[in-house]
């Protein structure tokens, strides 16, 4: 499949302003709850992006509504059967709906999901995935366990609890790379240089995450990770890839939790 073309991005000007209070309403939606403030400074954003350009009212625009789907649940770690359907329908709206609206609507295949892009990993590649997971081993435990973080997840002791938690890591980790990458950096690259698109979508996916459940010193994780992420999928242009390295680092993510709730567990970890 081929990627979704990037535009050549306009000067920054006052397009940025727009952009950072579209951004910013997610730490105001997500990472302090205030709803009225965060719908406020989204509506602000919109608005002024509408008197500038209106190809950036648009695209914010997309995002903006998914921002608005997603605030509509709690984010909360709740891995009960019924959490995680309403949990699963709603992120699922979230990618569907820009991706509808730019693929039919606006007819500009802005949205695109580049599972297949024709080209081998490298070895620097495949490599870099086993980085992952020997980084997640040596720092997901001193930060769930030591901030008490993990206490943001529910403790799982049955095999089908344990199974959901396994799911619901797993899910989460590849709905945020159909949402953040392709979905809020694409849009954002059509406007901006690589380099600050990946900064924007870093604020809204760094607040999603902290609802989740990523706390205390959880940032100083999640922002790196999420710049990387962008900055992976910028050379690969390639999504399975980026969810494959997701979905390692998750995997390390689910064993330290079940170890953290129950430490006779997988003790395999030094922290």
């Known amino acids: 499949m081929t990627p979704a073309p990037v535009l050549a991005p306009r000067r920054v000007g006052l397009r940025l302003l727009p952009a950072l209070a579209v951004c910013f309403s997610a730490v105001l939606l997500f990472g302090f709850g205030i709803s009225w403030a965060g719908y406020g400074l989204l509506l602000a954003g919109l608005l002024a992006a509408a008197a500038l350009d209106r190809l950036l009212f648009r695209d914010l625009a997309l995002i903006g509504l998914s921002l608005v789907i997603i605030s509509s649940i709690s984010l909360a770690a709740d891995i009960s059967y019924g959490n995680m359907l309403l949990m699963g329908f709603v992120l699922a709206l979230a990618v569907a709906v820009p991706y509808v609206i730019s693929r039919y609507g606006f007819r500009d295949h802005a949205v695109r999901f580049p599972f297949r892009t024709g080209r ?12 992952v997971v020997l980084a997640g081993w040596v720092i997901l435990p001193i930060y769930f366990i030591r901030s008490g973080s993990y206490l943001n997840w529910p403790t799982v002791s049955e095999p089908d609890e344990i199974g959901r938690l396994f799911v619901g890591v797993g899910a989460v980790g590849i709905w945020d790379e159909l949402f953040f990458i392709c979905t809020v950096f694409a ?19 760094v607040s999603f995450l902290w609802e989740l459940g990523y706390r205390s010193w959880g940032p100083l994780l999640t922002v790196p990770f999420a ?44 922290y």
């Open 120 to 131: 081998r990993w490298s070895r620097l590649e495949r490599l870099y995935l086993v980085l």
């Open 187 to 205: 849009l954002l690259r059509r406007h901006f240089p690589g380099w600050l698109a990946n900064l924007l979508q870093a604020i809204v996916f």
């Open 227 to 270: 710049l990387l992420q962008g900055y992976i999928f910028t050379r690969t242009r390639s999504l399975t890839y980026v969810i494959c390295v997701h979905l390692l680092f998750d995997l390390v993510v689910f064993l330290v939790l079940v170890h953290a709730h129950t430490p006779s567990w997988l003790p395999i970890f030094l």
